[in-house]
């Protein structure tokens, strides 16, 4: 598993990357949003609607800098009338107080946000806001991001950064490659990540674990990333094997250098290593994304056998948005 995560160090030597925030994305609730880095997510399974916070962990507060993102049904509706709706309700707090308001447009969706200001139960801190409102496929999405009044006015400006990283609906989707895998093998994931603009898939026969496998598929796709020449791709993962076993003897089988069509497929073998591991890769130049995947087998070889069915699939495969 090591070697998964050298090949994932080799995508993202690829691109320089000066993002302050990490990117999070739930394919389940169809959102996506920048973390701050250092900042740790919580976990809550009480409030239905809460489907994510993070907090910062370095601050010593009683009530740290956090940030939510909740999700509600709300039919036939639209981000005006739910950004009315949702000051009607908080406006009741006598302690409430509108800041600021305005729109920003992202991804081609339009959402509202509000600074603000009110108190929470018996607490007597003022809490500053900026509240986020977005509107998708029958959803509300609501971020709130709050700090105490007193830093406000150093955080606001992250808060409306991590705002403009909002993204919902279809403008969450991201590129990446799917294959169709072999349908004799029952498969599980057992990775399924994104950190920062790397995103990482591991899949093993579902009668394997972690520590014990004979085969691995590894997925991965850096964001935004373009190579322009697919000999880079293939040196840079080659030297990697090598780093890794001195042994290691790389075989193109197969490439494509233009500009519409920029792909590679190589092997990796390495006879007689004391714990011999192989990979067959296939690394492709999306639209927008680089992509990179092998199946790794604990063997000194591939078989003729073994490398003309997984360059099939391989091959087969597809860029999509998902």
Not at 15 to 33: E, K, P, W
Request: aromatic share 10%; net charge positive; glycine share 4%.
């Amino acid at each position: 598993m090591k070697y998964a995560l050298l090949c994932g160090l080799v995508l993202l030597s690829f691109i320089a990357n000066g993002q302050n925030l990490v990117n999070y994305r739930d394919t389940a609730n169809h959102f996506s949003v920048g973390i701050p880095d250092g900042w740790q997510i919580i976990k809550n399974k009480q409030i239905l609607s809460l489907k994510f916070m993070a907090q910062r962990a370095d601050s010593a507060l009683v009530a740290p800098e956090n940030f939510t993102v909740n999700v509600v049904d709300e039919p036939r509706s639209n981000v005006d009338a739910v950004a009315k709706k949702l000051l009607y309700y908080i406006g009741r707090n006598p302690y409430f107080k509108l800041l600021d308001s305005g729109s920003i447009v992202s991804s081609g969706k339009r959402m509202i946000w509000l600074d603000e200001i009110h108190l929470e139960g018996s607490r007597t801190d003022t809490i500053f806001a900026s509240i986020f409102i977005a509107y998708s496929n029958n959803k509300t999405y609501l971020l709130t991001a709050t700090t105490l009044l007193p830093f406000s006015a150093g955080f606001k400006p992250l808060f409306h950064e991590i705002g403009n990283s909002f993204k919902t609906g279809k403008a969450a989707g991201k590129e990446r490659l799917k294959i169709a895998l072999p349908a004799n093998v029952k498969w599980t994931t057992i990775t399924d990540t994104e950190v920062d603009n790397l995103a990482t898939r591991q899949f093993l026969p579902a009668n394997e674990t972690a520590q014990q496998w004979t085969l691995l598929i590894n997925n991965m796709t850096m964001e935004n990333a373009r190579v322009d020449n697919i000999d880079l791709a293939v040196k840079s993962f080659s030297e990697a094997a090598v780093s890794k076993a001195s042994q290691a003897k790389v075989t193109l089988l197969g490439k494509e250098n233009i500009p519409q069509r920029r792909w590679a497929l190589f092997k990796v073998e390495t006879p007689g290593a004391g714990s011999p591991e192989s990979q067959l890769y296939y690394v492709i130049q999306g639209p927008r994304s680089f992509h990179a995947i092998f199946i790794a087998q604990k063997t000194e070889t591939l078989s003729a056998a073994f490398v003309s069915k997984w360059s099939a699939v391989f091959r087969k495969s597809k860029v999509v948005n998902e």
